[in-house]
């Protein structure tokens, strides 16, 4: 999702330095390759315009990719300069040894399997490359598999060459382990979720102490650690033929499983821990709760039925009910109300972005509801959307924000409304995609919205007080 | 004829990856096939460490050569054979996958385009594609033809997963111990001389 600055700055620059090396010193091919290698650790880096809309990271991948996929025609020389870590063009390439020159049958579907194991957002883009998948065909069935050696003996050499730089040594390199981790925790998604219980804990009416705050946001960044971890864990072969996950530390095996795993008891352990003895146990319990919801039941329950989805939006909810409870020790009704924000926003949230990825689920075995059951798949986005429109109006009325807060937050609960509604009339990959971007600031918005119309707390000095003054506060 | 070509080649793969088992005879075309439409090239055995490879092409999964340490144990041995069976499996069943799905789509956008009397490409020669609630109509049938068979491969996956993983560990915490136990005999070695 959002990529820091000095990353992109990077990336560009060492491109822009990779390109004149390659210009005036054509032999030192090695260090240009070296230094991109230097550049680009991060596979996501190679996306020089991504800086134009950090939002549209995610959809500007795959249209990269597919952008190289169109370079296939390039002769196989030039294909060498490419850093290796791009999966895209290794398998591009790899497409021709797969011809097998026996059974002709196989030729066209292997190469589809190929051109097809990178399946975009979009099926319906045109085939530019498989013209030219059609031409290299006819020209490559002269240029058999390493299995038997043939004509063009330069090029199987490199090819070997190519492939066998592409085989590594399964070390651990520890310099890169603070990045493998920040993958295999979803750093970013921890940062949402922090960010979800933050705004749990701002919203409860109680004194804001400081010290429980962090103490219990890294609580539960590290109990989200933990739990995206061990999902990356279960899900390896899974991930590996999906686009937007095929490159995850596991997948390219950076480190092994139980390494994985040895890390996700590591930060599941002491973050549990310190939610439960530090801040109280009901939000340790939360916690262990959140990370068995998440491991356990979602993250099986993908393959085997839609109900998936609501036991995520869940999953999603109880990090602002733990930050509630964080700040003030009890499950109030202002929690439960925070957990239904992020539940009914989870909603138009997932539901518009699993919509453009219908085929890769459907290859992988996922059961989604925008694969199965398309239609509740958009009637239930539009009802949650619609939801919390409810759920705004709900705020003021359990004490939780003042009455301003439906007023202002009206707009942006109508505006995500309204796209949920095109989605649901129109069910397209551009009114989903809307929808998704839309939910990205809608959330954010909503709770900023809501924290500045937090219900400023009664003095409690004077408990005989609040009865008479009750009706005071109700007229003001 | 085709079948003894392939079985040949695959004794010279195993022989040439030298893995001290041959793989397990497997029947099945999509064994053969996609057992044989590996990386050509693997690199020799290590003792240290292991070696990881490219995506493979038809299952999008990346094959292991697995270290064979001096002195391998019992235990490190069927760990070995564990992951390199599972390896197999796995490949086998994403190559079938990736394979049928794209079968069937193709026959999918075929009939469909028939049914609307179209050509498959167009005037210029490129393929025509069905929109996305076309597609969606194959990508929900495909779910829920093969859903029993996709709830058994995870079933099982999950089961060699954590088998795999408790392996590892306990392998793991021997070499700790043996590490351990020689350095305490060594400390104990040296005040005596």
């Known amino acids: ?22 210009q005036n010193v054509p032999q030192c091919n090695q260090t240009a390759r070296s230094l991109v290698q230097l550049h680009r650790r991060d596979p996501s880096n190679w996306l020089t315009y991504q800086h134009l809309n950090f939002l549209k990271r995610q959809y500007v991948a795959k249209n990269n990719s597919e952008l190289h996929q169109r370079a296939i025609p390039k002769p196989a020389p030039a294909l060498t300069i490419v850093d290796e870590r791009d999966d895209s063009i290794e398998r591009q390439v790899q497409r021709i040894p797969t011809i097998d020159p026996v059974d002709t049958d196989t030729v066209s579907l292997s190469e589809d399997i190929t051109s097809k194991a990178q399946p975009g957002i979009s ?28 004509v063009q003996v330069e090029t199987d050499e490199e090819k070997e060459a190519r492939l066998d730089r592409q085989w590594k040594q399964l070390k651990v390199n520890v310099a890169d382990l603070p990045d493998i981790y ?27 102490d400081p010290l429980l705050f962090f103490v ?41 499983p139980l390494h994985a795993v040895s890390f996700a008891l590591a930060c599941g352990i002491p973050g549990v821990a310190l939610l439960t003895l530090v801040v109280n146990p009901l939000t340790g319990f939360l ?78 075995g996922y059961r989604m509801m925008s694969v199965t059951h398309p239609g509740m798949c958009k009637r239930v986005a539009l009802r949650h959307s619609v939801g919390l429109i409810g759920l705004s109006t709900l705020a003021p009325v359990l004490d939780v924000t003042t009455w301003t807060f439906p007023v202002i937050s009206l707009p942006i609960n109508l505006y995500i409304s309204y796209l949920a509604f095109r989605f649901y009339r129109q069910g397209e990959r551009s009114s989903a995609r809307k929808l ?13 919205l809501a924290l500045t119309c937090k219900k400023p707390r009664r003095d409690q000095e004077e408990p005989a007080l609040p009865p008479a003054s009750l009706p005071l506060t109700l007229q003001s | 004829m085709i079948l003894l070509g392939f079985q040949s080649l695959k004794m010279w793969f195993s022989h040439f990856s030298k893995h001290s088992d041959p793989n397990e005879v497997q029947n099945s075309p999509y064994e053969l096939l996609s057992l044989n439409q590996r990386s050509p090239y693997r690199p020799a055995v290590s003792s240290t460490h292991d070696w990881i490879g490219p995506p493979n092409p038809l299952s ?34 994403w190559t079938k996958q990736n394979f049928t799905f794209n079968k069937e789509k193709d026959a999918f956008i075929f009939s469909q385009l028939n049914s609307k009397g179209l050509t498959v490409r167009d005037e210029q020669g490129r393929r025509r594609a069905l929109n996305s609630e076309e597609m969606a109509v194959f990508y929900k049938g495909f779910l829920d033809t093969n859903r029993i068979r996709h709830a058994n491969y995870n079933k099982e996956w999950y089961r060699r997963n954590f088998t795999i993983t408790l392996l590892m560990a306990r392998v793991a915490l021997k070499d700790i111990w043996r590490t351990v136990s020689e350095r305490r005999r060594k400390n104990n070695g040296t005040p005596a001389t």
Request: charged content about 15%.
């Open chain 2, 60 to 93: 999008n999964l990346r094959p292991i050569v697995y270290r064979v340490p001096e002195n391998e144990s019992e235990l490190e041995k069927r760990l070995r054979h564990l992951r390199q069976e599972t390896e197999d499996w796995n490949h086998t069943f």
């Open chain 1, 287 to 364: 916690g262990a709760l959140n990370i068995f919801l998440y491991t356990c039941c979602y993250t099986p329950l993908k393959r085997l039925s839609i109900t998936n989805t609501w036991v995520g939006a869940v999953v999603g909810a109880i990090p602002p009910v733990m930050g509630w409870t964080a700040a003030t020790g009890c499950l109030g009704q202002g929690a439960l109300l925070m957990g239904g924000f992020l539940y009914s926003w989870q909603f138009p949230h997932f539901n518009a972005l699993s919509w453009n990825l219908r085929e890769d689920y459907s290859r992988g």
């Open chain 1, 123 to 150: 099926t319906l883009k045109p085939d530019t490359e498989d013209a030219a998948v059609q031409k290299d065909s006819v020209s490559s069935t002269l240029v058999t598999s390493d299995e038997t050696p043939h």
């Open chain 1, 436 to 448: 998704f971007f839309c939910s990205l600031w809608h959330l954010p918005m909503l709770l900023l």
């Open chain 1, 216 to 256: 219990s946001s890294l609580g539960i960044g590290l109990a989200s650690c933990t739990a995206n971890s061990i999902n990356q864990y279960f899900e390896v072969p899974f991930d590996s033929n999906m686009n937007r996950t095929k490159n995850r530390p596991l997948v390219r095996g950076q480190i092994s």
């Open chain 1, 182 to 208: 920040a993958k295999l925790a979803k750093i970013k998604l921890t940062a949402l979720v922090v960010t979800s219980a933050a705004a749990g804990f701002a919203m409860a009416p109680v004194p804001f």
């Open chain 1, 1 to 22: 999702m959002y990529k820091t600055p000095c990353c992109r700055l990077s990336g560009l620059v060492g491109l822009s330095v990779k390109q004149k090396l390659l």
